[in-house]
C-alpha cells in the first residue's frame, strides 16, 4: 500500500473570495484563522470525504492540491526531483506540529507532503 492522502488545499491570490466561492458552490463549512490568513474546510459528510484548507499563494501562481503522509519530506521531495520533478515549497513548519513541503509533477501539477505528526 503507498502513503495516504490525508488533506486538499486550495493555494489563492484571494483566500477570503476563494472562501466565498467554495462556501456558495459546494457548501463547505469553514472555520476561519484570521492571524495566518488561513481557513480550514470540513468537507465530511457522514464520514465521506476528506477535510482541507483554503490559504495563500505557496508559489508562483494559484492551484489546487492534496497532500500526502510521507515518513521522510527531504527523501520524497529528492525522489521527485530525480523523477524530473522541482520542488514548489521546501519542507518548512507551519505550525506547532505541522511540516509540509510542496512538488510539481513532470505536468507542473503540484502535490504536497506532509509528515503526518
Known amino acids: 500500500m503507498g502513503d495516504p492522502v490525508t488533506n486538499f488545499e486550495v493555494n489563492s491570490s484571494d483566500p477570503a473570495k476563494a472562501r466565498r466561492f ?4 459546494l ?3 469553514m472555520n476561519e484563522v484570521p492571524q ?3 481557513t480550514f474546510v470540513d468537507t465530511d459528510a457522514n464520514g465521506k470525504g476528506i477535510g482541507g484548507g483554503i490559504g495563500p499563494l505557496r508559489g508562483p501562481k494559484p492551484f ?3 497532500y500526502v503522509v510521507v515518513r521522510d519530506l527531504n527523501a520524497t521531495l529528492k525522489k521527485a526531483t530525480d523523477a524530473g520533478g522541482k520542488v514548489v515549497f521546501p519542507a518548512t513548519k507551519v505550525g506547532p506540529t505541522t511540516t509540509i513541503a510542496l512538488f510539481s509533477d513532470l505536468d507542473g501539477n503540484v ?3 506532509t509528515d503526518g505528526k
Do not use: E, H
Open 64 to 66: 489546487v492540491t492534496f
Open 27 to 29: 457548501g463547505w463549512k
Open 111 to 113: 502535490i504536497g507532503l
Open 22 to 25: 467554495y462556501s456558495a458552490v
Open 36 to 38: 495566518t490568513n488561513y
